[in-house]
């Protein structure tokens, strides 16, 4: 699986940012995805992910009741709509899937994407 991830820029606080992820493979719909996110000096921390049909979600306390993660298994995508901003959300985010969710909380996924660089100003 190929994983690219887009949608990263710069905004202000309060502000909010939508995260795609597009996978390169027939049967990624068979695939849990998730987003983590890393801040330079810190370790990888997870964000959310989400099952293969899309009809289960776990989020980390850091981005509950503020980001939401979807799919859209025709498109092969996979989204993290990201609300009221702070700055401390400020870091490299990436994407993952894995055939089990295990794989996504466990941070040892199958397949990690490329990062797309997300910047809250405060």
């Known amino acids: 699986v190929q994983l690219q991830a887009f949608g990263g820029g710069l905004v202000q606080a309060g502000g909010s940012l939508r995260l795609s992820c597009i996978a390169s493979?027939?049967?990624?719909?068979?695939?849990?995805a998730g987003w983590f996110r890393r801040t330079p000096g810190k370790e990888r921390e997870f964000v959310a992910a989400?099952?293969?049909?899309?009809?289960?979600?776990n989020c980390a306390d850091t981005a509950k009741d503020r980001f939401t993660i979807s799919r859209d298994n025709a498109k092969n995508a996979v989204y993290l709509q990201m609300n009221s901003l702070k700055p401390e959300d400020t870091a490299l985010y990436y994407c993952?899937?894995?055939?089990?969710?295990?794989?996504?909380?466990?941070?040892?996924?199958?397949?990690w994407g490329q990062g797309t660089q997300v910047t809250v100003s405060s």
């Open positions: 989400i099952t293969y049909r899309g009809d289960d979600t």
């Open positions: 493979l027939d049967y990624f719909s068979t695939y849990t």
């Open positions: 993952a899937a894995d055939r089990i969710m295990s794989g996504i909380l466990e941070g040892n996924p199958e397949e």
